[in-house]
């Protein structure tokens, strides 16, 4: 029997989204543009989910964009608001501990001539939303801060640091990439003070292929394809209807579980960091107030991807850092404070509800087997 400790990577399809995607391929598979009332059936299937998002969100259906999952919903928000609104604004504030696809798409934007301010966190790893906000001028177009790391689980100052920033800067937009939050938080939008907020189906118990994006009423985003007119011109193409309605479907199954869900997986974070005190060479880097669905840490002399494929030979799916990287480090850790040394020697655990104290109980067993019998690094 596998132990799948690997969430914030990817999650196992619910029950809710498998019937629902079944159901749309089965008899469903109209497309929602189509004037028959085969297509319009198609069309309330797609709004219907757009309802179930917006309803998590606290806002208006309309708000909701369909994407093909963050990568894509990061993409349209970055680039879109600073081609928006970057004509005379030409400066860009984000965090040093951006997911990939933030840093990417700032990273075509410092190649087109904008300016990209990185912030790190401070010493003690805690990015300070004063600093943050600080960095914001009357040259900024855009500024971007995730919500949780994917690789730590700290829980980022998006609310204070968007809260001044609209005092000081009321015309700068405001975007969070709040993947590893949501369905996990509450997210709403208006209480972050984002403007644009991005979050994926495959993190959720939905299939992977499927995101979506807040975009706030009146918020102008440049469009970065042409074709058709779905999705408001943002995300031209078919809609995919099964993606949608699965994403729809597996969102509504976990609404009413946030906080269950959150005090479950509380326990068993707090077993495993129980059972890893036992071992002296291993240090948590993760932060007591992190996101209870991730922990990451060390194991002093080892490395990370050595100790991965012994886990993985045993059945037991963990990450190394984080698994968006395929072992490429990423940075993120140093800028989070680890040292590098131990930053190559670390392993991200990550939980669902699925999960139960027996795979924390296995998974520390195996790290234990994995220090006896691996060679430790040079
Ligand atoms: N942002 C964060 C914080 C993530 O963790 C991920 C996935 N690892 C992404 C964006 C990209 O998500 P997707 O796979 O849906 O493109």
Redesign the pocket.
């Known amino acids: 029997m596998a132990i799948y400790l690997d969430s914030?990577?990817?999650t196992c399809p619910g029950e809710a989204c498998i019937s629902a995607m079944t159901d749309m391929l089965r008899t469903h598979y109209g497309n929602p543009s189509s004037l028959h009332s085969f297509g319009l059936d198609a069309q309330l299937i797609v709004e219907g989910a757009r309802k179930q998002i917006a309803a998590v969100f606290g806002c208006e259906p309309g708000t909701v964009i369909f994407t093909?999952?963050?990568?894509?919903?990061?993409h349209i928000a970055i680039l879109g608001a600073a081609h928006a609104y970057g004509r005379r604004k030409r400066r860009i504030v984000t965090s040093a501990v951006?997911?990939?696809?933030?840093r990417g798409a700032c990273e075509l934007l410092e190649a087109e001539g904008y300016e990209v301010i990185r912030i790190e966190p401070g010493a003690d790893g805690v990015m300070d939303p004063a600093a943050f906000a600080a960095a914001v001028n009357d040259d900024t177009c855009l500024v971007t801060m995730?919500?949780?790391?994917?690789e730590t689980g700290h829980v980022m100052p998006v609310q204070k640091a968007f809260a001044q920033i609209k005092r000081e800067h009321p015309d700068v937009i405001t975007h969070c990439?709040?993947?590893?939050g949501f369905m996990k938080y509450p997210v709403s939008p208006e209480k972050l003070f984002a403007d644009l907020v991005?979050v994926?189906?495959?993190?959720v118990h939905a299939c992977?292929?499927?995101?979506a994006l807040y975009r706030k009423k009146g918020v102008r985003l440049a469009n970065l394809m042409k074709g058709g007119e779905q999705e408001g011109g943002l995300r031209p193409g078919t809609e995919s209807v099964p993606l949608i309605a699965g994403f729809g479907a597996a969102v509504g199954a976990l609404r009413g579980t946030i906080a269950q869900r959150a005090e479950y997986v509380t326990g068993l974070r707090a077993e495993c960091i129980r059972q890893l005190s036992a071992f002296d060479d291993v240090t948590i880097n993760s932060p007591d107030n992190g996101s209870p669905y991730i922990l990451s840490f060390s194991v002093k002399g080892r490395k990370s991807e050595t100790m991965l494929h012994f886990l993985s030979e045993k059945g037991i799916y963990v990450s190394s850092g984080?698994?968006?990287s395929k072992g490429k480090q990423s940075g993120v850790l140093e800028s989070f404070g680890i040292h590098p040394d131990l930053a190559d020697s670390t392993l991200r655990v990550s939980f669902c509800s699925e999960n139960k104290p027996e795979d924390i109980t296995a998974l520390c067993e195996a790290l234990r087997e994995a220090r006896e019998r691996l060679v430790r690094k040079r």
């Not at 992977?208 to 995101?211: A, Q, S």
């Open positions: 914030a990577a990817t093909s999952g963050a990568t894509e919903s990061n951006e997911h990939a696809s933030v995730m919500l949780v790391n994917n990439d709040a993947v590893q991005t994926s189906g495959h993190k992977k292929g499927i995101g984080s698994a968006c």
